[in-house]
């Protein structure tokens, strides 16, 4: 647990007037597998992403921008789906996937 005290940004610097906790989560690297194989296809992209998984059942695929800000949130239920980013900008995304109480964060990019 880290204990924040000042922020800094692109609108300056801060200070902040109560605790705040926050939690920070790595995302370089190779994922530990989740649960299920996950094969992302095809990446760059242009129009779908497609997604699939070894087994078929519900979790949620979430895509995020470069900002953090979800851009896209689909329920899957099915082993394979397909994300619409045709009408997104170019540039590079998240794919977060939960499944089994854990979640897996994969980079691609929308060209």
Known sequence: MYLLERVYGPCGAGTLLAPATIM????????EPAGSRVVIAPNPA???????FETAFARPLTLVDS????VRTEQVHTQEASLEIRSLPSGVYLLCIEENGRRQVYRVVKY
């Open 24 to 31: 920070v989560t790595s995302i370089l690297g190779m994922p």
């Open 46 to 52: 242009y129009d779908h992403l497609k997604v699939k």
């Open 67 to 70: 900002r953090g800000i979800t």
